[in-house]
């Protein structure tokens, strides 16, 4: 074991917004980060000028600040490894270009897009429809390698466009081992000679990761299972560049998938089922579309997190909620499955449910009060978290706080009538008048006193409990639900409560 600081990195690139496996990958190198003392770098990888998208990037700092997941070292915070936006690194990824070509591992191709354009149109067939620029073809390309030392000197003076392509070998086994796959072997046979610098000068994905990963002295590379084929691409670069022995662990995290199983969850799929699949709402600036997102939707960000860490991992127990503290030490790689994990938006539900629940009312009602704003309801701090706690564990999204005690906000105008009519008489209206007389000395008192008060009056007045009690609540609420009654009547106050009484039996009438 060597004891150099673990130092992880999220290396997104901003083409557009957050899918929450691109969290989950966020999550788990924060994790481990935090775990071992170790730093958690942010590096947007915008090399690929031609898919930057503009807004991606705030759009990922903000998700990652609302997550609770911010890192040690990014483009906004900076840090010792710095610029971290690889566009801004540029000039310095030729030179490694430039000393793989004269190692022999890498190669000039000065092939112009119509001549590669021909050789797909030459080499294609059914069951190769895109021919690739490999071991075999650049054997019959304009490179460095089919060309004389003179031509290349020559048209390298005459600065002809051209790119640096990996010398992929012809033959051989590539093996590493990975943190959650275990050994993991591809051929060099499968795959082609990918261009490492662009005719602009710009490094591709390919180079920059791995020259990144070596300068910010990156000591674990985690990210989704879809860059595995990419993966002998950059091992080989790690060898070819020398610095093998400074490579970082791999390990690429499980797919989350579509909830029957049946592939990579999607954008789309969320569109078609309903549910976000992005992390916060997403505006594609092109088309001015908005994809929904798990912020907007109304989760907590420790629920989303906590839903998230589960969809891959456990700790090989039953537990399901972890508070992000718990998370940070009990995390493992060993425990993360190489299946990929099914998304379940129920399930996402219910952790949401189990956070809302949990969660003390004075934050809840912090979080609830954009909902009485936007309805133009004013009500007094303490109020409206005495309601959140009344209806909380009936919850599943803050708003439904609404959705549940809606009435504790403005006396109900319409009545489930059916509910009561029929069996309204001139007892139970006179006994309500009575109950009206009596709940004004009866002001301050809590809910169990005026329950037993309500009780002792039925009592004396001949009638059954649940007879008056069902008009009263609807009284309160307009129909047959709500927290337990004398709760309502504890928070609305006697003032309240008499108003509605009297409302009420104008209604009943
Ligand atoms: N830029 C890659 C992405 O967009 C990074 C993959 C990696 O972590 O190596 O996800």
Redesign the pocket.
């Known amino acids: 074991m060597d004891h150099k600081k673990v130092r992880v990195?999220?290396?997104?690139?901003p083409t557009g917004g957050l899918h929450l496996g691109?969290v989950r990958t966020v999550l788990f190198n924060y994790l481990f980060a935090k775990q071992h003392k170790g730093d958690f770098v942010l590096r947007i990888?915008d090399t690929d000028q031609t898919r930057y998208v503009p807004g991606a990037e705030e759009y990922i700092n903000e998700c990652l600040r609302w997550c609770g997941l911010t890192p040690d070292e990014s483009p906004e915070v900076g840090g010792p490894f710095g610029p971290y936006r690889q566009s801004e690194r540029k000039p310095l990824y030729r030179q490694y270009a430039e000393q793989l070509v004269k190692a022999g591992h890498a190669y000039y191709a000065f092939d112009t897009p119509e001549e590669l354009e021909s050789m797909r149109e030459r080499l294609k067939t059914p069951e190769n429809p895109s021919p690739q620029y490999n071991h075999v073809v650049r054997a019959k390309m304009r490179n460095s390698l089919t060309l004389s030392d003179a031509e290349v000197q020559d048209l390298l003076a005459k600065n002809t466009p051209h790119v640096i392509r990996i010398s992929m070998p012809a033959n051989e086994d590539i093996t590493f081992t990975d943190l959650v796959r275990g050994e993991v072997t591809f051929h060099t046979s499968q795959v082609d000679d990918k261009v490492l610098l662009k005719a602009d000068g710009m490094p591709t994905?390919h180079l920059a990761?791995v020259v990144d990963d070596y300068l910010m002295k990156i000591t674990h590379?985690f990210?989704?299972e879809e860059?595995l084929p990419?993966a002998p691409v950059h091992l080989l670069l790690w060898k070819f560049l020398g610095w093998e022995a400074d490579m970082p662990q791999w390990a690429h995290l499980p797919l989350i998938l579509k909830p029957d199983g049946n592939g990579k969850l999607s954008k789309r799929d969320g569109d078609r089922l309903g549910f976000p699949v992005y992390a916060m709402n997403w505006r594609d600036p092109a088309s001015g579309d908005i994809t929904k997102g798990f912020r907007e939707r109304g989760f907590l960000p420790e629920a989303f997190i906590n839903m998230l860490a589960m969809l891959g991992w456990n700790d090989g127990t039953e537990q399901e909620i972890f508070s992000l503290e718990e998370l940070i030490s009990k995390f493992s790689l060993e425990r993360v499955h190489k299946a990929g994990a099914k998304f379940d938006f129920e399930k996402a539900k219910w952790f949401n449910h189990q956070y809302i629940h949990h969660k003390d009312n004075e934050s809840l009602a912090a979080l609830f009060q954009p909902v009485l704003d936007e309805k133009g309801v004013t009500a007094a701090p303490d109020y409206v978290a005495t309601v959140a706690g009344l209806v909380k564990e009936r919850c599943y999204f803050v708003n439904e706080i609404w959705d549940h005690g809606f009435f504790f906000f403005q006396s109900p105008d319409t009545y489930d009538e059916a509910a009561v009519k029929p069996k309204w008489n001139a007892d139970k209206d006179a006994f309500f008048q009575v109950w009206s007389a009596q709940l004004e000395s009866l002001s301050a008192a809590p809910a169990a006193d005026l329950e037993a008060a309500f009780k002792a009056l039925a009592a004396e007045k001949n009638l059954k409990m649940g007879d008056v009690q069902l008009p009263f609540r609807i009284m309160l609420t307009g129909g047959k639900f709500g927290p337990p009654v004398f709760d309502i009547v504890a928070t609305l106050g006697v003032a309240e409560t008499r108003n509605r009484i009297a409302k009420g039996l104008a209604a009943f009438q």
Do not use: I, T
Not at 9 to 13: N, Q, T, Y
């Open positions: 990195r999220f290396a997104p690139s691109g990888e994905y990761v590379a990210r989704g860059w990419s």
